[in-house]
């Protein structure tokens, strides 16, 4: 149970009293907040500990949710801009009240039905939860608590000349190099990551594929995934165009033959100049 009520985090709150509005719940500090009658259950009990988030509503009063939006405070998200004013554009967070952009916060000029990567976060002289681009400050730099090969989430937010920069663990900045990309990437793309190089400038170098043994195994049990969902044989082979390799298997080509000499040698594969089929 919270000491405190956290505007803009999940809460774990106590069911403390019913109303005709809905139910209210407190924390230790015996702070209030209503959750409407809109999220309340026939399984709701005084007394009973919940999960809630909470937030301003469209009337500025702090209220409960058990509807959770698709970013809380300090983490990213991709978002569609629903609304757009002359002091900001309103975004589908998940909540009966749109997340506001403010202008000052925006890099570039929103459109409604717009796709936007921004993070969630209080604006300072209002206290409001607002939406922001301009979040590159608050990116970690400190790396110290990474290592190389770990596994990570990211979150793709912007195509570049060089690869795509993506958030990295909704913390730290990263960049997937175009030349070491095998599949189909897009901006607002979530996916998982590997960590290449933890750079001197505070930044991480980041591949889709597993390094060392494990990218092996990741790259054979997608051939045999796959060519069990097309019939057990396709009409690729050793001498397949790395293009064709990245765009049916999502593998670079050293992945991808590596791949198929493991499963000829498990005897689980028969590849010749025809293609291949599963045994």
């Known amino acids: ?62 209220v409960a949710s058990t509807t959770f939006p698709k970013a809380m405070l300090d983490e990213f998200a991709c978002f569609e801009v629903v609304d757009v004013t002359e002091f900001g554009a ?23 039905g717009m796709k936007v990567i921004v993070q969630v976060c209080l604006d300072d002289e209002t206290g409001r939860i607002v939406g922001s681009q301009k979040y590159n400050d608050f990116l970690k730099k400190d790396l110290s608590s990474l290592k190389l090969k770990q596994e990570v989430k990211l979150l793709v937010r912007e195509k570049t000349p060089l690869g795509f920069k993506v958030i990295v663990n909704n913390l730290y900045d990263g960049l997937i190099f175009h030349t070491e990309i095998f599949e189909n990437i897009d901006v607002g793309d979530e996916k998982v990551g590997y960590i290449k190089t933890l750079r001197k400038d505070g930044k991480l170098d980041i591949i889709l594929q597993p390094i060392g043994d494990k990218s092996d195994e990741v790259a054979v049990a997608k051939i045999v995934e796959i060519l069990t969902l097309t019939g057990g044989s396709c009409e690729m082979n050793y001498k397949s165009t790395p293009e064709l390799i990245s765009d049916r298997f999502g593998l670079s080509r050293k992945a991808y033959k590596r791949a198929l000499t493991k499963l000829i040698e498990a005897k689980k594969l028969e590849v010749n100049d025809e293609g291949m089929r599963l045994l």
Request: aromatic fraction near 16%; include cysteine; charge should be negative.
């Open 1 to 62: 149970m919270n000491q405190y009520l956290l505007v803009g985090e999940k809460n774990r709150l106590k069911i403390n009293r019913y109303t005709d509005n809905g139910v209210y719940l407190i924390c230790k500090d015996e702070d209030e907040v209503l959750l409407p009658n809109q999220y309340v259950t026939y399984a709701m009990k005084e007394g009973d500990e919940i999960d809630v988030f909470v937030y301003f509503d469209s009337e500025d009063r702090i």
């Open 90 to 112: 309103f975004l589908d967070w998940g909540l009966p009240k749109d997340l506001l952009v403010p202008k000052a916060l925006q890099k570039f000029p929103f459109y409604s």
